[in-house]
């Protein structure tokens, strides 16, 4: 299966990077399938194609992933450029500000937006280009990096933490299931309230009801499901690179993935998102330690006494947070810590997966509406 990922990261001379990705074969159908979406020619909406591709360029090259701004540069080449006006202005300051500064993007950025004259669908449909491209650069990175690594060393022994240890819970922090608090971060649940107008289930057409029914239980309740139904097909497509990322069989135990997303919401300065993956770690790994490491310093997280998987989990943190921060600068170097600490290409794979993902999610998050604490 050749997609665009594999095509921009050279998988020819990679086997052990090919073969990875083709065991997440739902990861690449459903990442591809967004792609073809976002960027096809006749999709309808206000913003025409060479306006999305001038984005998908802008998001990519912000991202410093060369590679992928080329890819969507190449196909913009050949189409009219987007008009020069007000309308544009917006769009392209609101396009670097997500791409860059995904928690400066608030509330008065968003609505500036519909004060430039774009419907509601509208600026749905950038949100989700923008958060897709800051994940398909991260992506098109972290799988690069997985091939120029090499395939792992046979017999290698992976390093150790404190295998023998018995965990011993901190003192200081409140028990698993009991909301945890610091720097602003917590695990409670909390709720978000959407910055535009939502879709009425009662008046909702056919394609938005059926998205709605599959996407998620509360989704008719929800205000992110209800902002995102105003461009259906892709909430539908979303969700199933969602899905195939996040709950795929094998490879990097789900723990693990939340760890990693938790990790990159917290540097992104998503609240809600941190809180929602927070929870789900303890939930898996009945502990909390790393996490309360995360919430105060992520760039020291991972350590300690007691864990037993200390090597292990700083090096899921410190490959997430490198991803998060500059996809451009990120390397087989990233990686090397990960597979010293015993963690095969399909895992390897799994964190790039998950971390990347979160590029997108939080975005969508962070600047379409709030958290709200109970």
Known sequence: MTDTI?????????????????????????????????????????????????????VADASGVAALAA??????????????????????????????????????????????????????????LIGFVAYQARLVAGVAALAALGPATQGAAPAQGEPDA???????????????RLNGYTSETLDWKAWLPVVDPATANAEQNAVLDASHPKARTSDFY????????????????????MYAPGGLPRAERELAT???????????????????????????????????????AGTGTGTGTSVRERAIVQASAALTRAPGGFGPQHLAPLRAAGLGDLELLDTVHAAALFAWANRLMLNLGEAVHP
């Open 262 to 300: 938790t990790v990159v919401s917290r540097i992104n300065g998503c609240v809600y998102c941190a809180s929602v993956h927070a929870q789900r770690f303890e939930q898996l790994a009945k502990r909390n330690d790393v996490i309360a490491q995360v919430f105060t310093d992520p760039d020291g």
């Open 71 to 128: 890819h969507y540069g190449a196909q913009l080449a050949r189409l009219p450029a987007p008009v020069q006006d007000v309308r544009w202005q917006a769009i392209t300051r609101f396009a670097h500000l997500l791409a860059t500064e995904p928690a400066a993007a608030d509330r008065a950025a968003l609505l500036a937006l519909p004060g430039a004259g774009l419907p509601t669908p509208d600026v749905v449909l950038l949100a989700q």
């Open 6 to 58: 594999d095509r921009l990261t050279h998988l020819d001379n990679a086997p052990h990077a090919q073969a990875a990705r083709q065991q997440r074969a739902k990861a690449i159908a459903a990442t591809q399938a967004c792609e073809d979406l976002l960027l096809a020619p006749a999709l309808p909406g206000g913003l025409p194609l060479p306006e999305r591709l001038a984005v998908a360029q802008a």
């Open 226 to 245: 209800l902002v995102l139904a105003h461009q259906p097909r892709v909430l539908a497509e979303r969700s199933q690179a969602f899905n195939a990322i």
């Open 166 to 180: 018995p965990f011993v819970h901190p003192a200081n922090l409140p028990p698993p299931g009991e909301p945890l």
